[in-house]
């Protein structure tokens, strides 16, 4: 099937382009941001050679939904969403972390958990918990923000002060903005029968000096969700929770030796696999959201994003 996992666009006033693990990113003019999310799959900051058919539409339209649904708690950078891959954006100067919030002991907390850390970016993990035991209170847990083919790596709050990586003024805002969206997220997850297990944010500061929500949010490349349902029963008798997030492809990652560490091999991904993991987009988005997702027109990708943002540019 069509994906678009490369771009090479060149609108009018264009002046730089930045190219994310999944996201590409067009200055226009120095005002605006054309962020065109690809079908690329990342996972142990690493980018798979093969694209997921709909991923890109699915984690534009989901992020889009949800700054829609938080504008009255945080402000965000979105203007428009031309194309089903893409959200035009104020240009903002982003901060150089991602704020991660985590209220289960799950994926990469759980996996230090099990190493025998109880510390996890300075914040203190209660002893005798299990996988996927929810904490007393969510945790933040931030990361340094990577360029494309460069770890993420945990960082405390007192690190990001000290080394003047964002001040403490800001930083302040940063925590307060998580913890509101973590909670807004968790009733919105809540209403769809699911737990928003842990996500991250990423923010940035417009030309005027204010704080605002970028990228994306509460989808499942940034976010872990749970069913509801049968949580309880599944954590007491110690089985695995049913997921909506993509942890399902790390874990057949793990199970096919590669996390992402020098000489190991990317495991061929077949068509048949491929597809399976699109599925599972859909799924995600159709529980997310609860609404039924529409497949774009993906005969010509390329040309439909282009004409579409084109179209945008000229007539704003």
Not at 117 to 134: A, Q, S, T
């Amino acid at each position: 099937m069509n994906t678009i996992t490369k771009t090479n666009f060149n609108f009018p006033n264009q002046k730089s382009v930045y190219r994310g693990k999944v996201r590409e990113v067009y200055n226009i003019n120095d005002d605006l941001l054309v962020m065109v999310a690809t079908d690329r799959l990342s996972a142990f900051d690493v980018v798979m050679p093969k694209g997921i058919p709909y991923k890109g539409q699915i984690l534009n339209q989901i992020a889009t939904k949800f700054m829609q649904l938080t504008q009255d708690i945080v402000p965000n950078w979105l203007v428009a969403t031309p194309d089903p891959n893409v959200t035009v954006g104020h240009l903002c100067e982003p901060f150089k972390v991602e704020m991660v919030i985590r209220g289960y002991l799950s994926g990469h907390a759980a996996r230090e958990y099990a190493l025998g850390k109880r510390i996890l970016c300075g914040v203190e993990m209660p002893e005798g918990l299990k996988e996927n035991d929810k904490f007393p209170m969510p945790i933040i847990t931030p990361t340094t923000k990577a360029d494309m083919g460069v770890h993420d790596e945990d960082i405390s709050r007192e690190a990001i002060l000290s080394s003047g990586i964002v001040s403490e003024e800001d930083y302040l805002v940063l925590e307060k903005y998580t913890r509101a969206l973590y909670q807004r997220g968790t009733e919105i997850a809540a209403s769809r029968g699911l737990i928003l297990v842990d996500t991250k944010y990423e923010f940035g500061k417009t030309k005027d000096g204010v704080i605002v929500l970028i990228d994306e949010i509460h989808t499942p490349d940034s976010s872990r969700y749970f069913y509801a349902e049968g949580y309880q029963e599944r954590q007491d008798a110690g089985e695995e929770q049913k997921q909506l997030s993509k942890e399902f492809v790390r874990r057949w990652l793990i199970e096919n030796n590669f996390q992402g560490k020098e000489g190991q091999t990317i495991p061929n991904m077949t068509d048949e696999y491929i597809d399976s993991v699109s599925q599972r987009y859909i799924e995600l988005f159709e529980n997310i959201l609860g609404e039924q997702f529409e497949k774009a027109d993906i005969s010509n990708i390329q040309e439909r994003i282009e004409k579409n943002v084109m179209e945008y540019l000229k007539n704003r």
